[in-house]
Nanobody, 124 residues
């Protein structure tokens, strides 16, 4: 399976961006999906995740109320709407797919497939 993320860019403090991730090679509905990010010099961190059917979501505390994860399985796509962006949101954002079928889904770690990432830069 291949994951292709897009939608990153340069935005001012307080602005918005919408990231997209297209799943290729297998139906997106097979996977719980997540977004992660990594800033220079820092560890990769969990941002948001969504269950296979979209009924359940999970967010990092740092983005709750500002970011929204969603999916359209008919389009094999997952989205991350990012509002009220802050300079500390600057990072390379990755989408990931998780073969997760338990009640603990969506998870914050243990993902099976990763995309290459899209850069988000928030200027102050």
């Amino acid at each position: 399976v291949q994951l292709q993320a897009s939608g990153g860019g340069l935005v001012q403090d307080g602005g918005s961006l919408r990231l997209s991730c297209v799943v290729r090679g297998r139906a997106a509905s097979t996977y719980a999906m997540g977004w992660f990010r990594q800033a220079p010099g820092r560890e990769r961190e969990f941002v948001a995740a969504i269950s296979r059917n979209g009924d359940n979501t999970n967010y990092a505390d740092s983005v709750k109320g500002r970011f929204t994860i969603s999916r359209d399985n008919a389009k094999n796509a997952v989205y991350l709407q990012m509002n009220s962006l802050k300079p500390e949101d600057t990072a390379l954002y990755y989408c990931a797919a998780d073969i997760c079928y338990s009640s603990t889904c969506p998870r914050v770690a243990g993902y099976d497939y990763w995309g290459r990432g899209t850069q988000v830069t928030v200027s102050s």
